[in-house]
């Protein structure tokens, strides 16, 4: 269990504001496989840097997928992409992102990353981008 309880469980009420309890499914693989993993995840990640009182949930979703975009970490755009909307970002928003993101890092990565998008809009039912 966490070193810090308090950032774990700051850390965990973060989390679930911004993904559910559906969206945590990944960190409990992780918690299965090694827990130290999933405890630093949450303490650290989002315990000690989410919870940081200077941006809110939405800039910083839109930061971390400028750098899932940038490192083409698309694995992680899923988790990112719901959680962004669930913080109140409209779709045209995080196309734009993405469309912006191209002019920086390659319409290779864009292309990608508007794939994921793409996915995550169609099983949220988001038809309309405006």
Excluded: W
């Amino acid at each position: 269990m966490s070193r810090n309880i308090d950032s774990y469980n700051k850390g965990m009420d973060i989390l679930h504001e911004m993904v559910g309890a559906d969206g945590t499914k990944p960190i409990e693989a992780f918690k299965n496989f090694y827990p130290d993993f999933a405890d630093f995840l949450i303490s650290f990640g989002f315990g000690e840097i989410y919870s940081r009182e200077a941006l809110d949930l939405k800039q910083r979703e839109t930061i971390t997928l400028t750098a899932l975009i940038s490192q083409g970490a698309f694995e992680q755009m899923g988790l990112h992409l719901n959680a962004a909307l669930n913080v109140g970002m409209k779709p045209k928003e995080i196309v734009e992102l993405v469309i912006h993101c191209a002019a920086y890092v390659g319409f290779p990565k864009a292309c990608s990353a508007m794939v994921q998008v793409m996915n995550v809009f169609e099983q949220r039912g988001i038809k309309e981008i405006s």
